[in-house]
């Protein structure tokens, strides 16, 4: 399975690591936002004002950029920025760098303030600036700032530190309070170590629904008792002019030189990436004489070309600590990892191929590619057509987004709407009465527009929105206030579910009376399969799991563990299910294992708590902000 399979099955769990790291980040290591060069045009567009501080079109794509680089790295280059945005990373981004503003102006209005002294005690102290535990000085430490990506001046990352140290006090002063006590340890090891192995049996009020009927009294009896279970919201009539974005690609054909320098400056979009491993040895020059230290690295050279074991060189002549011992072995290296003279030795270089002597900020290395794959590109006749496609839908998504920024600012009326609309050879459009959660009729399943809608008086104009297939402007026409239907316009809901309630009573019964039985019998199982009832066994599961036949349910796993092994439940009703589970066996929690992870534990659960408590203190703070987001802006920040 590929990475990008992986993140494609596991969504939820993504945005969720993602949100964890960008919160560890905001409250642990670096701020997420970085100063930003003074940058004329769309880059210093503002895509959200958050309190009074902004962030730029730049600021958000150098944050949105890294991190697109960083999932391609990981897959192979499969992830797209298309793929981010339908999981949604790129507005979680976003949403984390507005945490950020939100939180150190919250420092700021509680004093914290962080001092020059502070802020070059924490540099002095990254690991990332020491070697052998001494920094490593002011020239090396300006060299590793200029080799980011992008370069960063001194200044710029100490106002990251600062920012950093601001947030970890902040955090700290809102969250030292928080304690963890001994029993809920015990608790906590307890739920996490604890296992069972259980059989369980579901009846499914589906499976109870034949021969079931709902009399025209059970009818008249639900719906005069449940009336406003079938309650139509209310609804809404819209106006609208789309800017059909299909329709502007369908019409846009580059021509052969466009699709010729579109290949030409992408490149790397069509080479496979590079697979590199090496090896090197170090040899360093301060306080040596230069001259003598490269002799010495070309005899080394041309020692391991002639056919001297490399390994066995770097083992006696290496200056690395690090690599020595593994004969210079570096491992597998990508692009940006190395210093940029070492990266681009090591990756001219073919299969086994020794390098010439490189200087660096490290000393002089002699590089040796031990492993050496990928690298070869597609032709511009395999990629044409791709190269079509996305210069299509480039032009037809730019152009939309002109079109609405230019309408934007001609509309604030209904009848501005339709005149800025015919300007352009558009058409308003008419929608159906669609509700909260509807379709709409033209425009399709956009929750974007139906948020705007509902919250739009007569006569008001909401745009440029995003929709599934361009920006719209949408005005209301009409309001259907909510109200309770008539029997005769929902019998057959009603019907149904009175046909429902009584298949659902009628598994209980059912799951009530096998439970009493199997409760006395000696084998659970061969009771159970004697009466052609089917049994889901599990082998010993911890809390979390799914329980076979039944999946994730919260009350199924409280009464699974509450059990004693032996013991047979009552049935468990799960919404539209009656369950009975029998306990087999039951591992307890070690405590031994208890007291010698005690302190991790507590650790664990104190940063946890911690985070938690500060997370819901920040969305508090951004109450007393102004926020406001610039949709149209976002859009022009995440098209790479």
Request: no cysteine; charged share 25%; net charge negative.
């Amino acid at each position: 399975m590929t990475t990008l399979d992986r993140m494609r099955r596991h969504r939820g769990w993504l945005k969720w690591t993602l949100a964890l790291a960008g919160f560890a980040l905001l409250v642990l290591g670096f701020p997420l936002i970085q100063p930003q060069p003074e940058t004329p045009g769309a880059l210093t567009d503002v895509i959200a004002q958050v309190g009074d501080q902004e962030i730029t079109i730049g600021e958000f794509r150098s944050v949105y950029l890294a991190q697109l680089n960083q999932y391609r790295a990981q897959s192979g280059g499969e992830i797209t920025p298309e793929i981010l945005q339908s999981m949604g990373i790129d507005r979680q981004l976003l949403q984390q760098m507005i945490d950020e503003y939100a939180a150190l102006q919250e420092a700021e209005r509680l004093g914290v303030v962080v001092t020059d002294a502070e802020i070059r005690e924490r540099i002095l102290s990254l690991p990332l600036f020491q070697q052998n535990g001494v920094f490593i000085g002011e020239e090396a430490y300006m060299q590793m700032l200029r080799v980011q990506q992008p370069p960063m001046t001194p200044a710029d990352f100490e106002e990251q530190v600062r920012r950093s140290l601001m947030l970890e006090r902040l955090q700290a002063a809102v969250t030292d309070w928080i304690t963890v006590a001994d029993e809920d340890l015990q608790k906590e090891h307890e739920a996490r170590n604890e296992r069972v192995r259980l059989s369980a049996i579901s009846f499914r009020a589906d499976d109870f629904r034949e021969g079931i009927e709902a009399t025209e009294d059970d009818v008249d009896a639900l719906y005069a008792q449940n009336a406003n279970d079938y309650l139509v919201p209310e609804k809404r009539r819209l106006q609208f002019v789309l800017i059909d974005v299909p329709a502007l690609q369908d019409a846009f054909n580059p021509s052969v030189a466009e699709v010729q320098a579109y290949y030409d400056n992408n490149t790397g979009r069509y080479t496979q990436p590079t697979n590199l491993r090496t090896s090197h040895i170090l040899l360093r020059t301060e306080g040596k004489d230069e001259a003598a230290v490269l002799a010495q690295a070309q005899e080394l050279a041309t020692q391991a070309r002639e056919g001297a074991d490399f390994a066995e060189l770097a083992r006696q002549y290496s200056e690395d600590e690090g690599t020595k011992e593994a004969g210079g072995d570096l491992g597998p290296i990508e692009r940006g990892q190395m210093v940029p003279e070492f990266e681009g030795a090591a990756f001219a270089l073919a299969q086994d191929e020794v390098s010439d002597p490189v200087s660096s900020m490290f000393g002089i290395h002699v590089i040796k590619a031990t492993e050496k794959s990928g690298g070869e590109s597609q032709t511009i006749d395999e990629v044409r057509e791709s190269i079509v496609q996305l210069l299509k839908q480039e032009s037809a998504q730019a152009r939309a987004e002109a079109l609405a920024q230019a309408m934007a600012a001609e509309i604030t009326t209904p009848e501005e709407m339709t005149v800025a609309a015919q300007r352009r050879g558009l058409e308003a459009q008419e929608s159906g009465f669609a509700g909260p959660g509807e379709p709409i009729l033209g425009l399709g399943f956009s929750p974007e527009v139906t948020t705007q809608a509902f919250q739009l008086a007569e006569g008001e104009v909401a745009g440029p929105i995003t929709t599934p297939t361009g920006p719209a402007f949408v005005t209301v026409t009409d309001v259907q206030d909510p109200y309770v239907p008539p029997l005769d316009e929902v019998e057959a809901r009603v019907r149904d579910d009175v046909i429902r309630r009584k298949a659902f009573v009628a598994a209980q019964e059912r799951a009530n009376a096998v439970a009493a039985q199997l409760k006395e019998a000696e084998d659970f199982t061969a009771a159970a399969e004697a009466d052609e009832l089917t049994v889901n066994s599990s082998e010993l599961i911890a809390r979390g799991a799914a329980v076979p036949g039944v999946g994730l349910n919260a009350s199924v796993e409280a009464m699974a563990f509450s059990m004693d092994a032996g013991e047979t439940s009552d049935p468990v009703l799960t919404g539209n299910s009656a369950v009975i589970l029998h306990v087999h066996e039951r591992q307890e929690a070690d405590p031994v294992d208890f007291a010698a992870t005690r302190e991790t534990l507590r650790d664990e659960l104190m940063a946890l708590r911690q985070n938690q408590f500060f997370v819901a203190y920040i969305e508090k703070a951004k109450t007393r902000l102004a926020i406001d987001i610039d949709m149209a802006a976002f859009a022009q920040a995440i098209a790479v």
